[in-house]
């Protein structure tokens, strides 16, 4: 029986609560080491030592992933993210407030006037797409891929059950993707431009450049980690307001209070739910003992509603007192982007909540989930929409 037998992708936390009662640490017939306690599940994702990132072994050349910061473990992570975290520090990341704000502004001016919007295809999705594509130097007549691309990564790049280890999907987006930067990266060599992927170019480690399967690996990564996980925060972060229309009104009167209702979607419905490592020195994780050699899955979204952490882990609380969810991972290959994804939630939820007195989903609308355990979202979400006076 796969390991996801029981996963409802719209609604893993009760499965999640028996596993972390009955298995918080389980193997299960294929050799796959689900993980879903809140402190084990920290040490699956720091204790490199142990548990690695790596999981081809080596750089993939038909797989860059496998070359990125996400797929990495120290001392040449550290090298790779010191490369990449000069274009994410605080100080960047808020000069991007205007043009976010603007950004937030054109896509509601997009569909102002109608009465109603798809949260997703009409302002989650697009919002980080074209921030990430700016950062990167991308034309905007190309963002259309984005989506599919991206798409195709997270609902089959670390499927382990059915993938194999190192599981990147095989097939048309990827290929396209990969020859798209490919392209791109030699135009840039000849025409560097401000963005990140001409300081990539341009950037050296001990004398040497990245290789250009490292290089892809960015590119990919910064495409995917840029859009899906903050495109998820915004829709999750409507799912829970739609559901509390109290907690709506009250964050239109004490705007002040978002970034704590933010923090709260992130414990509450992770955008990333999952993460993978492989075990590469015997040891014992509970009251389990892991092999060498044998994958790890450490299930962020369980950890995040664990009793044992958490009070009251299943409730929505936005005056929750220490907050110390790891929606973005920890350790060493904590989110990169974090200050963005947060930045941009912020200011996209915030001039919603200007805009629009009242929300409501669409009657008789399906909730039709990505199609992932690796993240948690919504393909759609169709909402009635009433203008402030």
Not at 83 to 88: D, G, I, N, R, T
Not at 378 to 387: A, E, F, Q, Y
Request: proline share 6%.
């Amino acid at each position: 029986m796969s390991h996801l037998a029981e996963y409802d992708e719209l609604n893993p936390f009760p499965w999640y609560d028996r596993m972390r009662s009955e298995s918080p640490v389980q193997v299960n017939a294929r050799g796959v080491v689900n993980v879903f306690g809140y402190a084990d599940v920290q040490r699956a994702l720091s204790d490199h030592e142990y548990f690695s990132s790596n999981f081809s072994g080596g750089h993939d050349e038909n797989h860059p992933i496998s070359a990125s910061l996400i797929s990495t473990d120290p001392p040449r992570h550290r090298d790779l993210r010191s490369l990449v975290s000069q274009a994410f520090t605080p100080r960047r990341i808020e000069l991007l407030t205007p043009r976010i704000e603007q950004i937030a502004k054109e896509l509601l001016d997009g569909v102002a006037g109608k009465g109603e919007m798809d949260i997703v295809a009409d302002f989650a999705y697009p919002l980080p797409v074209i921030v990430i594509a700016e950062m990167m130097g991308i034309p905007s007549e190309h963002r259309d891929r984005f989506k599919r691309w991206s798409d195709a990564v997270v609902t089959g790049s670390h499927e382990i059950e059915s993938a194999g280890v190192d599981g990147v999907i095989e097939g048309d987006p990827q290929r396209e993707m990969a020859a798209y930067f490919m392209q791109l990266m030699a135009e840039r060599r000849q025409h560097p431009g401000d963005d990140l992927i001409s300081g990539l170019l341009a950037a050296q480690i001990d004398g040497q450049h990245l290789s250009d399967i490292e290089l892809m690996g960015f590119c990919v990564l910064l495409l995917v980690a840029g859009n899906e996980t903050t495109t998820n925060l915004i829709t999750n972060a409507m799912l829970c307001f739609l559901e509390q229309p109290a907690l709506f009104a009250r964050l239109r009167k004490q705007p002040e209070d978002l970034p704590a209702a933010i923090e709260e979607v992130l414990r509450y419905r992770s955008p990333v739910q999952s993460m993978y490592r492989v075990c590469v020195k015997a040891t014992r994780l509970g009251q389990v003992d892991i092999r060498a050699g044998q994958p790890v899955i450490a299930w962020i979204g369980s950890a995040n509603r664990d009793e044992a952490q958490f009070a009251h882990a299943d409730h929505f609380d936005v005056d929750r007192d220490g907050n110390r969810h790891i929606a973005f991972g920890y350790g060493v290959h904590f989110c990169l982007g974090a200050p963005l994804a947060r930045l941009e939630a912020k200011l996209a939820l915030t001039r919603l909540l200007s805009q629009y007195a009242d929300f409501a989903e669409v009657p008789g609308s399906l909730r039709e989930p990505i199609g992932s355990s690796v993240v948690y979202g919504l393909k759609s979400l169709p909402i009635t929409c009433r203008t402030s006076a």
